[in-house]
């Protein structure tokens, strides 16, 4: 089974302070409905105003991702269900990247931070929308208070 996450949400958590990054979680309806069903397995009942799952990844951790990924479901070695992405591909460039010379690497760094630049206005344009849709649905709770 596989889920596509996309729409990266950039916030804070409550809870630790940590900079995260919600993703909804989309795809076939089974496959998200088995994401859904995982989580709620494990306590998790995340979603956004549609109804959609959300997965939650440490902003750090979120660069991997991007702005859109997709995921796997698999059985760990130990039994747990895990949704991962493939990114074998990813970890052979780097280690073909280290072995490389200085200029190599001065061009893969240029174009990481190209991909990271990209991504951090794919997140700064998504927290303005969330943001003026929340203040939409004040305004408009506070103009149905007046009625």
């Known amino acids: 089974m596989k889920v596509t996450i996309n729409n990266p949400n950039p916030y804070n958590s409550k809870n630790t302070g940590t900079a995260m990054v919600s993703y ?3 795809g076939d309806k ?3 409905e088995q ?4 989580q709620l397995a494990n306590g998790i009942s995340s979603q956004d105003d549609n109804g959609n799952p959300l997965i939650h990844f440490t902003a750090k951790a979120s ?3 991007g ?3 997709e ?4 059985t760990a070695k130990d039994g747990n269900i895990i949704w991962f992405t493939d990114n074998a591909e990813d970890k052979q460039m780097d280690l073909l990247v280290a072995g490389a010379d200085e200029a190599t690497k001065a061009a893969y760094a240029q174009i990481k931070l190209a991909e990271m630049r990209d991504f951090a206005r794919t997140l700064a344009n998504n927290r303005a929308k969330n943001i003026a849709k929340l203040q939409g649905k004040t305004v408009a709770a ?3 208070d007046k009625l």
């Open 142 to 144: 506070e103009a149905m």
């Open 67 to 69: 702005a859109t990924s």
């Open 63 to 65: 660069l991997k991702y």
């Open 24 to 26: 909804v979680v989309t």
């Open 35 to 38: 994401y859904r069903q995982d």
């Open 30 to 32: 089974a496959s998200v």
């Open 71 to 74: 995921l796997e479901r698999a």
